[in-house]
């Protein structure tokens, strides 16, 4: 798998070893980072439930300035450190090892950009995105991304607000807002 755009374009993201993780497709990321454009320069991203950290490498090349990652699978976590370090761009990466409802509350600051791909066995992230919200992490100004397969349910919860959805196939993506925090 390879960066598709920005100045990292065409370097290698490393695979785990030995894990079944589930990338997202090329053109699914492809069609995400062209409806973000540029909003991505400057930018805070948390990429939670990260596998191999192609969405955060994506937003690092096209300019993001820093990406925390939240990946549970510790060899994975420790795959995404590695692949960081060869990039060239560890210094403006945080990778935490825990799971995205426990990281949602230890993240610090405010995000301008959250990519959640959880496993499609699990539910919609309801929990980790209200505590970001409650926290602060994220606000009517954050762009939120939900991936989910077409059958699963969307994301719905009080507090959020879902301003487009993209099908590509079996995958979905959903974009969300945030309610100003009460």
Known sequence: ??????????RLIRSPQGLAVRPTPGRVKEALFSIIGD???GARVL??????GAIGFEALSRGAEHVT??????PTAQTIKATAAELGVAARTTVLIAPAEKAASR????F?????????????????????????AVDPSTILVYEHR??????ESPGFSTER???????????LQAAEHA
């Open 39 to 41: 909003r991505l320069v």
């Open 69 to 74: 990652f939240v990946e549970l699978h510790a």
């Open 150 to 155: 077409d059958t699963a349910p969307p994301f």
């Open 1 to 10: 798998m390879r960066v598709s755009g920005g100045e990292l374009r065409s």
């Open 112 to 136: 301008d950009f959250v990519y959640a791909d959880p496993p499609y066995a699990l539910p919609p992230p309801h929990l980790t995105f209200s505590t970001l919200r409650m926290r602060g």
């Open 107 to 110: 993240v610090a600051g405010r």
């Open 165 to 175: 959805e993209s099908r590509y196939g079996e995958v979905v993506l959903q974009f």
């Open 47 to 52: 990429d939670l439930y990260a596998g191999t």
